[in-house]
């Protein structure tokens, strides 16, 4: 019986054995892929800190290169303003336009309901036009002609633009 007994005994040790075995080479297979796996996370984190270096190197170049200086800022804001004005005036100018128009047609419809009568014109409008900016703006987009005054440009420009500083003849 203690042969039996010996067997057993062996036959047990043997199976712990061969069950560790076993542990112990799949907890190594599980390891090589695990450090297969940190080896190829390692080289793309590389390759990303590489990339994100480059960018950010671009990114400052653009930066650099687009940035203005405080007086080229301020030129600019201060062109933005001016086409803000210029916008606002040229909506100015269509509105009058518009009244011009609707005025000259009731003259011309007044005058044919009433040929004996002149008429006062109906509407009068004053605006007020800061001189300097506005000739400065002037000679900027309307050159003037050899020997033209500032006065004789804006009443061409006008002339161009549809508004007669003429008033209508009225014959009795």
Known sequence: MK???KNVLLGFAA??????AAFLF?????????RA???SLAQQFAQLQTDNESLSNRLA????????????FNELLKLRGEVGKL????NEL??????NRQLNAAAVKNEKDNPQKTSEPLITR?????????FQNLKQSIPANDGETPSETFGRFLKQNGVDLNPPEVFL
């Open 37 to 39: 796996e940190n080896e």
């Open 126 to 134: 004053a605006f007020k036009i800061e001189p300097t900016i506005f």
């Open 61 to 72: 170049t653009v930066g650099d290169s687009k940035s203005l200086t405080d007086e080229q």
């Open 87 to 90: 916008r606002q005036q040229t």
């Open 26 to 34: 799949l907890q190594h297979q599980a390891q090589e892929k695990l």
């Open 94 to 99: 269509g509105k009058l336009r518009e009244e």
């Open 3 to 5: 042969t039996a007994m």
């Open 15 to 20: 199976a712990i054995v061969i069950v560790c």
